[in-house]
């Protein structure tokens, strides 16, 4: 059974940072690209940055360049998302999926995932 869980998530203030994490089981890891998405209340899932399978190629798009890294560790079956420099508009449930090879996952468009964890919340206040 293939578990995905996000972890890090809180409360912070603008311009400040978070590291939020995501740890899958139950697949061969390094076999899937790892997406971290978000989701506004009111608002549609959007993916926010990806990594491919040794994790030598990285993704943004365009409103966290510059501000977050993503990386993962394959040794510990974890991903990583370094939050930089937030700002209020980065508000939302953050989630983690795994897209396996073939799929497109450089769109980061979410259909294109397998596996999705419950998300973890991160709130900035102004």
């Known amino acids: 059974q293939v578990q995905v869980v996000e972890s890090g998530g809180g409360l912070a203030q603008a311009g400040g940072s978070l590291r939020l994490s995501c740890t899958v089981s139950?697949?061969?890891?390094?076999?899937?690209?790892i997406g971290w998405f978000r989701q506004a209340p009111g608002k549609g899932r959007e993916g926010v940055a990806c990594?491919?399978?040794?994790?030598?190629?990285?993704y943004y798009k365009d409103p966290v360049k510059g501000r977050f890294t993503i990386s993962r560790d394959n040794a510990k079956n974890t991903v990583y998302l370094q939050m930089n420099s937030l700002r209020p508009e980065d508000t939302a449930m953050y989630f983690c999926?795994?897209?396996?090879?073939?799929?497109?996952?450089?769109?980061?468009?979410?259909?294109?995932?397998?596996?999705w964890g419950r998300g973890t919340q991160v709130t900035v206040s102004s």
């Open positions: 999926a795994a897209a396996p090879y073939g799929r497109p996952w450089r769109d980061q468009i979410p259909g294109n995932y397998d596996y």
């Open positions: 139950g697949l061969r890891f390094r076999d899937y690209a």
């Open positions: 990594v491919s399978f040794s994790g030598e190629s990285q």
